[in-house]
């Protein structure tokens, strides 16, 4: 009986003493006057159903409100998983097959112009191009971001509130000449692109005869009851609860119109939100047991890189297997199925001055 009642005392003092270390952790990232600034750090971690830890910390910039444990920031491409998801969901309503070619579904679409969308060593592979790849960034390519950065950061500087449309996303990467950049014949390497996803977002818009951000929001975001999840400059925010800034450097990329984002990455939520929607996905009630295999069946990528799946990256915190996604823009939603851990983080600075991953890692060896 003293045993069982010392413990009834001790662990709640364990458990408090573990937070406010974390928090003390969190707080010392703050770095308003760095190159880099972070002003704010949001952390939620679940264990089995039950939240572990839940807060925010710092402004959204040097000189506004604070943050809380509940506000929204861009999610960045984590936004994939969601796409990833319709589409197997999809694949077992027998709309599509994984192995089916693209032109299949977007031939039609004109400016597309399909058959010049890849292009390697003067060959057009365009029609090689199948689902599956898309999925898991085996297309070939390329991005308009990550591989014309110099030429994309200076059109978006030049039209800062420009409503792009997946015509115009589409237009741009023409633009740049990608479709003559391509890395590989499909399903011969690895390459993560954008393209991909935008792709694949008109593949749902095909198949469903709407919007891709309604069919999101009707296939998982009204289900799962995601009220603070939205996708943003396509629909209208869900309430008025506070966002954070979220920066480049010293660019304050919530001052941008980043509506060139739309499937590669346009989603705004919360931790909260995250986190009900990768325990959803986990617990099956979104795709069944095959989908998720298929999901999570990881491959080599290439060096400096997470082993990746169908929309979904591998990563190893503390030894133990995560399944989930980064997001630009500093931001991470992953699930543990061994131990039913949940992480979902928003670092407002997608360039810190320190590496995400040791933190997180140094953050769950005290929760253990």
């Given at each position: 009986m003293t045993i069982r009642l010392l413990l009834i005392f001790f662990i709640p003092l364990v458990s408090l003493g573990q937070t406010s270390s974390i928090d003390s952790i969190i707080k010392s990232k703050i770095q308003s006057d760095s190159e880099n600034p972070v002003f704010s750090i949001l952390l939620h971690i679940e264990k089995r159903g039950k939240i572990y830890y839940s807060k925010g910390f710092g402004n959204s910039d040097k000189n506004s409100q604070p943050v809380k444990e509940n506000s929204k920031f861009k999610i960045a491409s984590s936004t994939k998983i969601f796409v990833s998801t319709i589409i197997l969901q999809l694949m077992e309503e027998y709309k599509l097959k994984l192995t089916d070619k693209v032109f299949q579904y977007l031939d039609n679409l004109d400016f597309l112009q399909f058959d010049n969308l890849h292009t390697f060593e003067n060959n057009s592979y365009?029609?090689?191009?199948?689902?599956?790849?898309?999925?898991?960034?085996?297309?070939?390519?390329?991005?308009?971001?990550?591989?014309?950065?110099?030429?994309?950061?200076?059109?978006?500087?030049?039209?800062?509130?420009?409503?792009?449309?997946?015509?115009?996303?589409?237009?741009?990467?023409?633009?740049?000449?990608?479709?003559?950049?391509?890395?590989?014949?499909?399903?011969?390497?690895?390459?993560?692109?954008?393209?991909?996803?935008?792709?694949?977002?008109?593949?749902?818009e095909s198949i469903e005869q709407r919007e891709l951000h309604k069919s999101i929001r009707n296939r998982i975001l009204i289900p799962l009851k995601m009220e603070d999840t939205y996708f943003e400059f396509y629909e209208d925010p869900t309430n008025k609860a506070h966002v954070m800034n979220q920066y480049i450097g010293k660019i304050n990329f919530s001052k941008l119109n980043t509506s060139f984002d739309w499937a590669g990455g346009g989603l705004v939520s919360t931790n909260q939100d995250l986190s009900t929607f990768i325990k959803a996905l986990f617990e099956y009630k979104l795709i069944n047991t095959e989908s998720l295999k298929k999901m999570i069946d990881v491959k080599f990528t290439k060096k400096g890189e997470y082993r990746y799946g169908l929309g979904v990256y591998e990563s190893i915190y503390n030894g133990k297997t995560y399944f989930g996604h980064y997001g630009f823009y500093g931001t991470y939603i992953g699930y543990c199925p061994e131990s039913k851990t949940v992480i979902s983080y928003a670092i407002n600075q997608a360039i810190p001055d320190f590496e995400g991953h040791t933190l997180i890692s140094e953050i769950l060896e005290l929760s253990e």
């Open positions: 365009s029609n090689q191009i199948s689902i599956q790849d898309l999925l898991s960034h085996k297309s070939g390519l390329a991005d308009i971001f990550n591989d014309r950065k110099d030429e994309f950061f200076s059109h978006l500087l030049q039209n800062p509130q420009k409503q792009y449309s997946p015509e115009s996303i589409v237009e741009l990467y023409y633009s740049f000449g990608l479709n003559h950049s391509s890395f590989f014949e499909p399903n011969k390497g690895w390459h993560y692109s954008d393209m991909n996803y935008v792709l694949l977002g008109l593949i749902i």
